[in-house]
């Protein structure tokens, strides 16, 4: 009898439990990363991808053979081996730095300081959530987070990852010009720091349905795509060529695979400014 009535009161306590219990919480990774609301998630370029877009299944996606290998890491690849990695080809690496303005990877340090070390061309990026705080908000809190740059010709620019929302709304709830003019909020602050203007990485249909036509940033921003496929596809408004081709999250590098759109030299050039 008594454990009759011990189950019930589990039942019943675990059932009140059940309803307090934001529904918000539900869409929140429970990865371990700290969290500051939705500004302190961990989610790495192109996160979101597959699931809107779909593309090679993983691990299948031809390898393209013009132009520079490289590769995009975050906290999800823990300690990276960047000897293999180099040994395998990746001549550049691109590392998560931040997101929204309550989360910093902490594995940040290994991997930008490994990938420089090996010899590799490196950089640094920051996942975007508009819908949190301002672009100036978190343009600082990236710049202060390893999202800096220097003249050294081993220094990509700044990257700002702004893709589809991971915890709902598509476009943040901004309409496309707000969502314009915080691009352009995050882009002045990192140049104003940095000097550089940020590398923007994005897809072409996210872009058509959150920023629109608005071409305004092709002429001084690089563009990194992510395209699952054979090819890059067509590129956003604004952009007659990309710099940077996301083609798969998996294959013989850690992390995502990507391309740059060009020689050694050229991407030494890119990073030098």
């Known amino acids: 009898m008594r454990i009759r009535r011990c189950s019930t009161l589990l039942s019943t306590l675990g059932a009140a439990l059940a309803v307090t219990v934001p529904a918000s919480a539900a869409s929140v990774p429970t990865d371990g990363s700290p969290l500051s609301g939705l500004s302190g998630a961990d989610h790495r370029a192109g996160s979101t991808l597959r699931s809107h877009e779909g593309g090679a299944a993983p691990g299948t996606a031809p390898q393209p053979f013009a132009g520079v290998a490289g590769m995009d890491v975050s906290s999800h690849q823990g300690n990276v081996n960047w000897a293999a990695a180099w040994r395998a080809g990746a001549r550049f690496a691109i590392v998560k730095a931040t997101e929204g303005t309550g989360y910093r990877n902490p594995k940040f340090g290994q991997q930008y300081g490994g990938s420089y070390n090996v010899g590799m061309v490196r950089g640094a990026y920051h996942f975007a959530i508009?819908?949190?705080?301002?672009?100036?908000?978190?343009?600082?809190?990236?710049?202060?987070?390893?999202?800096?740059?220097?003249?050294?010709?081993?220094?990509?620019?700044?990257?700002?990852?702004?893709?589809?929302?991971?915890?709902?709304?598509?476009?943040?709830?901004?309409?496309?010009?707000?969502?314009?003019?915080?691009?352009?909020?995050?882009?002045?602050?990192?140049?104003?720091?940095?000097?550089?203007?940020?590398?923007?990485?994005?897809?072409?249909?996210?872009?058509?349905?959150?920023?629109?036509?608005?071409?305004?940033?092709?002429?001084?921003?690089?563009?990194?795509?992510?395209?699952?496929?054979?090819?890059?596809?067509?590129?956003?408004?604004?952009?007659?060529?990309?710099?940077?081709w996301q083609y798969a999250d998996s294959g013989r590098f850690p992390g995502d695979q990507n391309v740059f759109n060009g020689s050694a030299a050229q991407l030494r050039k890119l990073a030098t400014g």
């Open 130 to 244: 508009p819908s949190s705080s301002s672009g100036k908000a978190q343009a600082d809190y990236f710049v202060d987070n390893g999202g800096g740059w220097k003249a050294d010709g081993r220094t990509l620019p700044p990257t700002l990852d702004i893709e589809y929302n991971p915890y709902g709304s598509v476009c943040f709830g901004l309409s496309q010009a707000a969502m314009a003019r915080w691009i352009h909020d995050f882009s002045a602050t990192v140049h104003k720091r940095t000097g550089r203007h940020p590398m923007i990485y994005t897809a072409t249909n996210w872009w058509k349905r959150c920023v629109g036509g608005n071409a305004s940033f092709g002429m001084n921003h690089p563009l990194w795509i992510a395209r699952y496929a054979s090819a890059p596809g067509p590129l956003p408004a604004g952009w007659s060529a990309h710099t940077i």
